[in-house]
């Protein structure tokens, strides 16, 4: 289940939707209830050179040692 990044034409508010197909309609804004939506296109999942696979993408700054 894919998760879509939306903003709102009419207040501009941008917020995420949890969908079940790529064909569902684009849902109404939670702040103002407009169907007025665009998706916006996210950033893919780039994992940096050295980053760890199962990190998630999030790898830790290394530690300094202190002295």
């Given at each position: 289940?894919?998760?879509y990044e939306y903003q709102c034409n009419g207040?501009?508010?941008s917020?995420?939707?949890?969908t079940f197909s790529a064909s569902e309609p684009a849902p109404a804004c939670p702040e103002c209830q407009?169907?007025?939506v665009?998706?916006?296109m996210s950033a893919g999942a780039i994992?940096?050179?050295g980053v760890?696979?199962?990190s998630g993408g999030f790898a830790p700054p290394p530690c300094k040692p202190s002295g």
């Open positions: 289940m894919p998760i207040c501009c508010h917020f995420e939707y949890l407009c169907t007025d665009v998706k916006l994992r940096p050179q760890p696979s199962g």
